[in-house]
């Protein structure tokens, strides 16, 4: 049993569902509060205005000194499992090489499959697992993780294996999606019809059968998959029992979120171009949109319409996307500083975004995303007084002390 006691503001969305337009800025704030996990983890009491809750007297305390108090952030986008790093693209960059430009003359994603090919399992699980740990360290307290980098059946599995190991071995609930519709390997080059058939009638049935996926994600975007594939894909992986992902209108506005809301995806994500109808579409289906700040800034791209959506009443959520080509960062508190500076979203639409409807982007809204009586006491204690702190300053690790179902990590 752990008591967290002297919290000055415990700052919390509240609910099982994500949270969409005036809603996505509605935050629960208690006063000189405290909180109160069972032995299992799960959040039992919580106080406010001095008082304590009732049969603690067994409990380990932690006094927060009057600190602020809030959900655990979750990561809802990353592709945490690879070979190898890209810092060789820099320079290609700076001469004037578009992402795309880079994957089409072989480098890029194509890049990192071959040493995610290459690397052992417990290589891959080994240096994962360092990753998982710096994210703790930030405050994140559940991941999702696709795979994607090895784009045949084998080393698929491979990743995916690792991600469900991260989840035993890692502080954190990590969540595992198949991207394997994530490029066109060399294999089948020139033949992406050809890379989706195989990947339905060889690896789905296998990642579904092995249940290492929870979700199964594709990237729609010219020259990678178009919105006829994306669908035959996420409809076949829907049919084994795993929800749709879509990264959508990263470059490109394809038509991939306007797919999210016609298939009812959980999430779309990027966003970066999205049009008016992928908008209405993404409302009318309540899909989470994803957003993925750092990765704007990193390719030198538009920031999505985050305001526009708010408005329309698309749920929103912010997270990292860390991946070695586009967003080669881990911190997520980045993010919400470019929720504020450039998606000018307030902080409680940043801070629910970056919990409550994050976790309902990886299906654990009734689990994780709030600090309420049931949920899982997954907590973080600022380096600050209040949810404005968080946006505002940058640069600086604010987290002060970490909680993962009751345990201080
Ligand atoms: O979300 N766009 C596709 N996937 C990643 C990038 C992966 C990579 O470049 O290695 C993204 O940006
Ligand atoms: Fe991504």
């Not at 795979?147 to 071995?169: C, P």
């Not at 669908?231 to 470059?251: M, T, V, Y």
């Not at 999210?260 to 899909?287: F, N």
Request: net charge negative; with cysteine.
């Amino acid at each position: 049993m752990l008591l967290i006691k002297n919290i000055g503001t415990l700052a919390t969305p509240q609910g099982n569902t994500a949270r969409c337009g005036a809603e996505q800025g509605r935050i629960k704030e208690y006063k000189n509060a405290a909180v109160l996990i069972s032995g299992s983890g799960v959040i039992t009491a919580i106080t406010e205005n001095g008082k304590l809750p009732e049969n603690a007297e067994n409990a380990e305390i932690i006094d927060a000194c009057g600190a602020l108090a809030t959900p655990g952030l979750v990561d809802a986008h990353t592709h945490l499992v690879f070979g190898g790093w890209r810092a060789h693209e820099v320079p290609l960059k700076i001469s004037g090489a578009s992402y795309l430009d880079i994957l089409n003359a072989g480098g890029g994603i194509l890049n990192t499959l071959v040493n995610t090919r290459k690397a052992s399992e417990d290589e891959l699980f080994e240096r994962a697992l360092l990753f998982l740990d710096e994210q703790a360290a930030l405050g994140i307290t559940s991941v999702e993780i696709k795979s994607g980098y090895g784009l045949d059946k084998e080393t698929e599995l491979k990743q995916l294996r690792v991600i469900r190991r991260l989840n035993e071995a890692a502080a954190q609930d990590v969540v595992s999606t198949f991207l394997g519709a994530h490029a066109i390997p060399d294999e089948f080059k020139g033949n992406a019809d050809g890379y989706i058939d195989y990947l339905i009638a060889e690896v789905l049935p296998e990642v579904a059968k092995e249940k290492l996926a929870d979700f199964c994600d594709v990237f729609t975007e010219s020259s990678v998959f178009n919105v006829e594939q994306s669908r035959r894909i996420l409809l076949a992986a829907q049919k084994l029992g795993l929800p749709s992902k879509i990264h959508a209108d990263e470059i490109d506005p394809l038509g991939g979120s306007e797919l999210a809301g016609e298939i009812g995806a959980v999430s779309a994500e990027h966003l970066i171009a999205t049009r008016d109808s992928g908008i209405a579409a993404m409302a009318a289906s309540k899909t989470v949109a994803c957003l993925l700040p750092q990765t704007s800034l990193y390719l030198g791209k538009p920031f999505a319409r985050a305001r526009d959506m708010i408005s329309a009443g698309v749920p929103v959520a912010i997270a990292t996307d860390f991946n070695p080509g586009s967003c080669p960062s881990l911190n997520i508190q980045l993010s919400m500083n470019l929720g504020y500076l450039k998606y000018r979203m307030y902080p409680g639409e940043i801070l629910t975004a970056v919990t409550l409807n994050a976790a309902c982007a990886i299906g654990m809204g009734e689990v994780i995303g709030s600090v309420e009586p049931g949920k899982q006491g997954d907590l973080v204690i600022w380096q600050a007084d209040d949810i404005a702190m968080l946006a505002y300053r940058m640069g600086s690790n604010q987290v002060k002390t970490v909680i993962k179902k009751g345990k201080i990590l």
